[in-house]
């Protein structure tokens, strides 16, 4: 797999999530990823990011084209040093929350891509990788 | 008084018509590269009533230390000069330009006043600049204050614009709603929303989604929020405006509305309402030619 432009951003405000649904959308609009597409990736970056922030204490984003043979498509990596996750299987089960929300966002943004691969550590951080064929 | 002081407004005193027309011209000259309009009366004006002040100042004795109740009214005048270019759009260094063009026609008037004495030239030129780079600082401090105010006042302008709850028949609301649904502004909405429900006694309020770029989790659940708000205030809500793309977005993130009412279009909304409050909507045959 080649990687073709890349590019990444922090988040460490809610502003940011913003820019970074922002930079999804001008990427993925510039990959030619139908309506449907982006905004199917613009959602499930709205939800990593803001776990992110919410829980990892904030990161950075890796935004990356990538090709393979003749498929283009759209990488993101979302990084922190955060606590970390116990049990994974819990935190992709759909409502299974530890604040507040809707416990919907790792298993909601699991469905909304093609590639979803996670890695938690406790005490030391989380990496969650998407992708999206065009 | 130290000599260097007084140096300084003797010349102010003696030389003040020359450096008000040098001084006006130079400014005249700027405001024509900035594009600003100003009345030449009124720069005149200005220019003038400064420099009057300025060389009551200094006459007052000391010029290392502008905070002082002697320098009050070159302050205030200066402060509402470049308050009102900040608030007219000029830039930090054109509105200091009022300042700093005194320069030439001042070190002018020094120069003709202590050309023989190298000393006296040297000392009383560097003591008008300190001064006038001071001033010039000022303007710039107060000129930023009053761009920031500006800003401030158009984003909760924004807030509020973007939020905006119409009444569009007897009992039934409607709320477009605008822009990224963040924190601050899903608080405003909600809070204006269950006001205008009170104040009006509606039992239907339509909040249209049509201007929202993504609904995610976080902005599923202020809209879910907001709807049992509202039903404690005893109104139903009818959520419009769910682009194609957001409704197959949201069913894959698995995200239940409930029993919210969704409707395509903000049109399609209004004709539930409609009926739900006793009313039908018909088109009415007219006579108009060709009908
Ligand atoms: N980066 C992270 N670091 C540590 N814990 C995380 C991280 N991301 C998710 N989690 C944990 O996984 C749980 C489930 O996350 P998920 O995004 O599915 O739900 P949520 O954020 O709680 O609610 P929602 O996303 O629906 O608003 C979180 O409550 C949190 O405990
Ligand atoms: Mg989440």
């Known amino acids: 797999?080649?990687?073709?432009?890349?590019?990444?951003?922090?988040?460490?405000?809610?502003?940011?999530?913003?820019?970074?649904?922002?930079?999804?959308?001008?990427?993925?609009?510039?990959?030619?990823?139908?309506?449907?597409?982006?905004?199917?990736?613009?959602?499930?970056?709205?939800?990593?990011?803001?776990?992110?922030?919410?829980?990892?204490g904030g990161g950075t984003v890796r935004l990356e084209l990538v090709k393979q043979g003749p498929r283009n498509g759209l990488r993101l990596t979302f990084e922190d040093q955060g606590p970390g996750i116990p049990d994974l299987e819990k935190a992709l089960t759909d409502g299974y929350t530890t604040g507040r929300g809707m416990g919907m966002g790792l298993s909601g943004s699991k469905r909304l891509v093609n590639e979803f691969e996670i890695v938690s550590r406790v005490g030391e951080g989380t990496r969650v990788t998407i992708t999206r064929w065009k | 008084m130290s000599d260097n002081v007084k140096g300084l407004s003797v010349v102010l005193t003696n030389y003040e018509a020359e450096i008000l027309s040098d001084w006006i011209k130079e400014q005249s000259a700027a405001l024509r590269r900035a594009g600003g309009a100003m009345k030449d009366t009124e720069l005149r004006d200005q220019c003038a009533e400064f420099l009057r002040l300025l060389r009551t100042a200094a006459q007052g004795g000391q010029v290392e230390n502008l905070d002082g109740p002697k320098?009050?009214?070159?302050?205030?005048?200066?402060?509402?000069?470049?308050?009102?270019?900040?608030?007219?759009?000029?830039?930090?260094?054109?509105?200091?330009?009022?300042?700093?063009?005194?320069?030439?026609?001042?070190?002018?008037?020094?120069?003709?006043?202590?050309?023989?004495?190298a000393e006296a030239l040297a000392d009383t030129t560097w003591l008008a600049t300190e001064l006038l780079d001071k001033l010039g600082l000022y303007t710039t401090e107060v000129h930023q204050k009053a761009r920031e105010e500006v800003i401030l006042r158009q984003q909760q302008e924004m807030l509020e614009l973007s939020t905006p709850v119409v009444k569009i028949w007897d009992g039934i609301l409607a709320l477009p709603m605008i822009g990224t649904l963040d924190s601050t502004r899903t608080q405003v909405v909600m809070e204006s929303l269950l006001q205008r429900i009170v104040d009006t006694g509606s039992g239907i309020a339509i909040i249209d989604i049509t201007g929202v770029p993504t609904v995610d989790t976080l902005t599923a659940q202020h809209l879910l929020k907001t709807v049992t708000a509202a039903r404690l205030m005893g109104a139903e809500c009818i959520i419009s405006g769910i682009r194609p793309q957001i409704a197959q977005t949201i069913v894959h993130l698995g995200v239940d509305l409930g029993d919210v009412t969704t409707k395509a279009t903000l049109a399609d909304a209004l004709v539930v309402a409609l009926e739900r409050t006793g009313r039908a909507v018909k088109r009415v045959q007219t006579a108009s030619k060709g009908a």
């Open chain 2, 71 to 117: 320098w009050n009214d070159v302050r205030e005048m200066l402060g509402n000069i470049s308050r009102s270019r900040g608030l007219q759009g000029f830039s930090p260094s054109e509105t200091a330009s009022f300042v700093f063009s005194m320069k030439r026609p001042l070190f002018v008037q020094i120069r003709r006043e202590f050309g023989k004495d």
């Open chain 1, 1 to 56: 797999m080649d990687v073709t432009k890349n590019d990444s951003m922090e988040i460490r405000l809610s502003d940011h999530v913003v820019l970074v649904r922002q930079a999804v959308r001008k990427w993925a609009t510039d990959l030619g990823f139908s309506l449907v597409d982006q905004t199917k990736m613009i959602t499930a970056a709205s939800e990593l990011a803001r776990n992110t922030l919410d829980y990892g």
